[in-house]
Antibody, heavy 121, light 108 residues
Framework: QVQLVQSGAEVKKPGASVKVSCKAS????????ISWVRQAPGQGLEWMGW????????NYAQKLQGRVTMTTDTSTSTAYMELRSLRSDDTAVYYC??????????????WGQGTLVTVSS | EIVLTQSPGTLSLSPGERATLSCRAS???????LAWYQQKPGQAPRLLIY???SRATGIPDRFSGSGSGTDFTLTISRLEPEDFAVYYC?????????FGPGTKVDIK
């Protein structure tokens, strides 16, 4: 079955970086893209950006431009999201989700199980 | 960017009742690129509806979506105990992709 499995929880200090992985299985990885969505405690869903696993094109949310980088490793069917200069308000559960191959505009199905990133001094 | 507003914020209903959830967009959603997700506590969101009215694989037919332009509706015809959750709408016709704030359906 189609599945996305994410790396484990992280605790980081303000100013540090975090890199979350998302390993895909059950489908042809390069036929789709991966979006990243985060959810702060008790809050709603915030789209962070998208990467095409087909050609590596990216589209990042404006508020995260310059702090986020999304990459893929097609040899292992894994997507990565790195967020730098972490602040306390980056504390959230980070989800990867399968999306469109050519554009960020897509519904998301399925989703990874989520990775809790806690930013605290 | 397109801002999505969901109403009501909370819907308190009993099992077996009908639930009607609204999602309104600040501007027309291109080609009805509107999706609905269900999220239970501690779980990832699950896709229910895409293209405003198409059910995702494995979604029971008590879930239905309708609407176009700026007004969309998710209807749950008869609530089952497992349907009590938070529901989000998402538009993916314009960049950036945006989500509504969610509607919580809880047990009355």
């Amino acid at each position: 079955q189609v599945q996305l499995v994410q790396s484990g929880a992280e605790v980081k200090k303000p100013g540090a970086s975090v890199k979350v992985s998302c390993k895909a299985s059950g489908y042809t990885f390069t036929s789709y893209g991966i979006s990243w969505v985060r959810q702060a405690p008790g809050q709603g869903l915030e789209w962070m950006g998208w990467i095409s696993a087909y050609n590596g094109n990216t589209n990042y949310a404006q508020k995260l431009q310059g702090r986020v980088t999304m990459t893929t490793d097609t040899s292992t069917s894994t997507a990565y999201m790195e967020l730098r200069s972490l602040r306390s308000d980056d504390t959230a559960v980070y989800y990867c989700a399968r999306g469109g191959s050519y554009s960020a505009g897509s519904m998301f199905d399925p989703w990874g199980q989520g990775t809790l990133v806690t930013v605290s001094s | 960017e397109i801002v999505l507003t969901q109403s009501p914020g909370t819907l308190s209903l009993s099992p077996g009742e009908r639930a009607t959830l609204s999602c309104r967009a600040s501007q027309s959603v291109s080609s009805s690129y509107l999706a609905w997700y269900q999220q239970k506590p501690g779980q990832a969101p699950r896709l229910l509806i895409y293209g405003a009215s198409s059910r995702a694989t494995g979604i029971p037919d008590r879930f239905s979506g309708s609407g176009s332009g700026t007004d969309f509706t998710l209807t749950i015809s008869r609530l089952e105990p497992e349907d009590f959750a938070v529901y989000y709408c998402q538009q993916y016709g314009s960049s950036p992709v945006t989500f509504g704030p969610g509607t919580k359906v809880d047990i009355k």
